[in-house]
T-cell receptor, first 111, second 115 residues
Framework: SQQGEEDPQALSIQEGENATMNCSYK?????LQWYRQNSGRGLVHLIL?????REKHSGRLRVTLDTSKKSSSLLITASRAADTASYFCATDAPGDDKIIFGKGTRLHILP | GAVVSQHPSWVICKSGTSVKIECRSLDFQATTMFWYRQFPKQSLMLMATSNEGSKATYEQGVEKDKFLINHASLTLSTLTVTSAHPEDSSFYIC???????????FGPGTRLLVL
């Protein structure tokens, strides 16, 4: 299965701290994407990193990709209460337009 | 741009009835639409992929006679949950993309509760 696995499954940190979430996957990919989902809501696309990229930044987000280890990490710096949400990685394989989601990390930012 | 809507956002129905959920791409032509299901505190599971004008491709374990998908136009796909039962209660999310985009745009989801 292509499905990614995030760890940790749940993470609670103090506001202002950095949050790091990891994602591992099993087969070759074209792209890896990170999404955020607030409770009971739809998905918000955060960032896409291609298989030939190693690192990407967007505001307080930093994503790394290590294709040799089939893993990615999402770092949120200077966390805020509004960052409380579930975060999912999703991958698509070469020649396939399906994207497969990981199990997600539930992030809780404590005030 | 690239907005996808779903209707309804909430639906409650009695067991045995059928429910139709619409997914629309508002500002682009979606050559492919995807339907996902998400149970509480779980991830999104792909149910099926539909291309405009052709039959949907269902993922393993998804009953095509139970979850009818129609993608009759480039801006509309529908998912009909036939003879719904309480175990079909879930959050259903669609996404859409246009040919070669490489990015799916997600709808806000439809929460289905079957009593």
């Amino acid at each position: 299965s292509q499905q990614g696995e995030e760890d940790p499954q749940a993470l609670s940190i103090q506001e202002g701290e950095n949050a790091t979430m990891n994602c591992s996957y099993k087969t070759s990919i074209n792209n890896l994407q990170w999404y955020r989902q607030n409770s009971g809501r739809g998905l918000v696309h955060l960032i896409l990193i291609r298989s030939n990229e190693r690192e990407k930044h967007s505001g307080r987000l930093r994503v790394t990709l290590d294709t040799s280890k089939k893993s990615s990490s999402l770092l949120i710096t200077a966390s805020r209460a509004a960052d409380t949400a579930s975060y999912f990685c999703a991958t698509d394989a070469p020649g396939d337009d399906k994207i497969i989601f990981g199990k997600g990390t539930r992030l809780h930012i404590l005030p | 741009g690239a907005v996808v809507s779903q209707h309804p956002s909430w639906v409650i129905c009695k067991s045995g009835t059928s429910v139709k959920i619409e997914c629309r791409s508002l500002d682009f032509q979606a050559t492919t639409m995807f339907w996902y299901r998400q149970f509480p505190k779980q991830s999104l599971m792909l149910m099926a992929t539909s291309n405009e004008g052709s039959k949907a491709t269902y993922e393993q374990g998804v009953e095509k006679d139970k979850f009818l998908i129609n993608h009759a136009s480039l801006t509309l796909s529908t998912l009909t949950v036939t003879s719904a039962h309480p175990e079909d209660s879930s959050f259903y999310i669609c996404s859409a993309e246009w040919a070669g985009a490489g990015t799916q745009y997600f709808g806000p989801g439809t929460r289905l509760l079957v009593l």
